[in-house]
């Protein structure tokens, strides 16, 4: 297991994008092992998901922690005794700290349900149906001081239907998401992401 590339998901919800992710690993198109999954809530679906795969586990509620800088302390000790490469946040419903960032500089990704830098922040697939788009889509970042600013790695665009509710097209570009999640990980494992200032270049196969 010396050459698989070592994640820590952080979740708060559900876990869908966890899901993919574990089961591209289980079928063998992502060489990763998940060390440990994190989340700061203790009812979120995702530790179900994690558990039936025994992957490890913590519940860290930031309700304990008298401010953000000390549960994100907490945060990197738990995924550095790990010997974590990759930072995955999995719908991980927090702002992260400059601490936390340079601890893990360049090594932080997330998705996001929008093609960025349209609709950043929360409620992206709302925000595309409301304003009236034509295409929408998701965007694999990483994670940088920004809201969703940070040097972007694989977009995949979706068609917003004229009828489409926030539900719906969510739905569509959740398809998506769990297609390009998983090939940007791998992309971090092959060596292929080069990063010159805000623009992500992906090497061609040697």
């Known amino acids: 297991m010396a050459d698989l590339l070592k994640l820590g998901v952080l979740i708060s919800g559900n876990g869908s994008n966890l899901q993919s992710i574990i089961d591209h ?108 788009v034509k295409i929408s889509g998701c965007t694999v970042h990483f994670v940088d001081e920004g809201v969703d600013t940070g040097p972007i790695i694989i977009q995949s665009a979706v068609q917003v239907l004229d009828d489409d509710t926030e539900e719906t097209l969510a739905a569509r570009i959740l398809k998506k998401e769990h297609m390009i999640y998983p090939q940007a990980i791998q992309l971090f494992a092959d060596g292929k992401i080069e990063i010159k200032g805000r623009k992500v270049r992906i090497k061609a196969q040697e």
């Open 25 to 132: 690993i289980e079928k063998g198109s992502l060489k990763a092992i998940i060390k440990i999954v994190i989340s700061n809530n203790p009812d979120a679906n995702g530790t179900i998901r994690a558990k039936k795969h025994g992957i490890p586990v913590v519940i860290l509620k930031h309700t304990d922690f008298k401010n953000k800088e000390d549960f994100d302390l907490e945060l990197i000790k738990i995924l550095k005794s790990n010997h974590v490469d990759l930072v995955i946040l999995a719908g991980f419903m927090r702002i992260l700290t400059p601490a936390f960032l340079k601890a893990f500089s360049h090594k932080i990704m997330n998705i996001h349900p929008a093609l960025l830098p349209s609709f950043p922040g929360i409620h992206g697939q709302k925000q595309a149906v409301e304003y009236g």
